[in-house]
């Protein structure tokens, strides 16, 4: 998959994956505006944002490539299955008071930085990932849970 968008003070942008699964961002233009970028994080610009308000959700591959906004005021508990596609990616943003901590469930397996599964606080932001059958990886504000 590629694409071209459209980028002010760039002639033009393309990204595609290269061998690695890495998106390319080649820029037609200045030369500080060539970049390479997780898969992820492209993604997720310009995704739909789902606003959840209850303190548990379920991910299902419904929720693959979007913002998944919690504004809920108390702690929410968000399960990764073991069912998500292969390619599952999704932003997370805490934008209520509550803590939002993601768990692997039913075999599946969430990987982190000191294995912090949590957001650090409101208006922070995670990125989750399947990087395997039942492998996902989690970066972003994190924290313990």
Known sequence: ???????????????APDADNFYVVDATGPADKRATVRDAYLACLGAPVVTDATTAR?????????FLRFTAGQAVAVSVPATLRSDF?????????GKVTLTGTGGATVRSKGNQQATGGQY??????????????????????
């Open 58 to 66: 379920v991910l299902s591959n419904t929720d693959h490539g979007k």
């Open 89 to 97: 990616v999704c932003r997370v943003i805490q934008d209520g008071a």
């Open 1 to 15: 998959m590629s694409a071209v968008l459209d980028y002010p003070a760039l002639t033009s942008l393309t990204v």
């Open 124 to 145: 922070h932001v995670l990125d989750l990932q399947c990087v395997a059958t039942n492998e996902f990886r989690l970066w972003g504000d994190t924290v313990s849970a």
